[in-house]
């Protein structure tokens, strides 16, 4: 188990195979405030809602490949990718995080002082769709984004993907976490869906996959990382 007692969220054969990717290839590069940030949203009712350190590190990876400077972020939760994120972005990159709560934000707000990036991050606490639209309100803000990043209810992606189309640029990345959803996707019918938590979703996680593959708009790549990941390349 991770950590020792904690349950592992991942679609790798078995936890040891995890535990050892995590050891030998992430823990060594985790930042120190990550690490303190994840410590700090162990104890949180709702940490499995945090973004896995593997895929903390996929992202500022694919951000650095880039040169993203201007980044988009549906859904943050405690912060920690929002973090991650602010940490890969040059001293005068952006990002807008969007969530609906601001309480669970808050317990990542001391560690993103204390890494000194405070300014790279503008949180706007508000249902994400109505952000995203108030953004598109202003024609500036069209194919301004770089890169984006959407771990939030799954019953508003095939939205969210709509208007991030608009807001990311020619090229830019947008990437989608929980796309295989534990693996329960392979399932032929949601009453099959085991914990019952994961019915919520279900169906239009399923349908976001069918049309994110056939969207001639974008380039994808979809990623057995975490709880599965979707990567789209704007191009057009």
């Given amino acids: 188990m991770v950590d020792g007692k904690k349950k592992m969220y991942h679609l790798l054969q078995n936890d040891d195979l995890y535990q050892y990717l995590l050891d030998t290839s992430v823990y060594p590069r985790e930042p120190e405030v990550l690490k303190e940030l994840r410590d700090a949203t162990s104890s949180h009712p709702l940490a499995f809602y ?23 972020e549906v859904g943050v939760f405690t912060g920690y990718s929002l973090l991650a994120t602010a940490l890969t972005l040059p001293e005068d990159g952006k990002v807008i995080g969007i969530d609906i709560n601001r309480k669970s934000y808050d317990v990542g707000v001391p560690f993103i002082k204390k890494a000194g990036v405070s300014h790279k991050i503008e949180f706007i606490e508000s249902p994400a769709l109505l952000a995203l639209d108030n953004l598109l309100e202003d024609p500036k803000n069209e194919g301004a984004f770089d890169f984006a990043f959407v771990d939030a209810d799954k019953d508003n992606y095939a939205n969210y993907h709509e208007r991030l189309l608009k807001l990311v640029k020619v090229g830019g990345l947008i990437v989608y976490d929980n ?43 979809q990623i057995p990382l975490g709880d599965g990941m979707t990567l789209c390349k704007r191009l057009e």
Avoid: Y
């Fill in 179 to 221: 796309t295989l959803w534990g693996g329960t996707v392979t399932l032929p019918d949601v009453s099959l869906v085991f914990p019952d938590s994961r019915r919520r979703g279900w169906v239009e996680l399923i349908e976001l996959n069918k049309l994110l593959a056939k969207d001639p708009r974008i380039e994808i790549s």
């Fill in 50 to 72: 945090g973004t896995a350190p593997d895929c903390g590190q996929f992202l500022s990876m694919l951000m650095r490949l880039v040169g993203a400077k201007k980044t988009i």
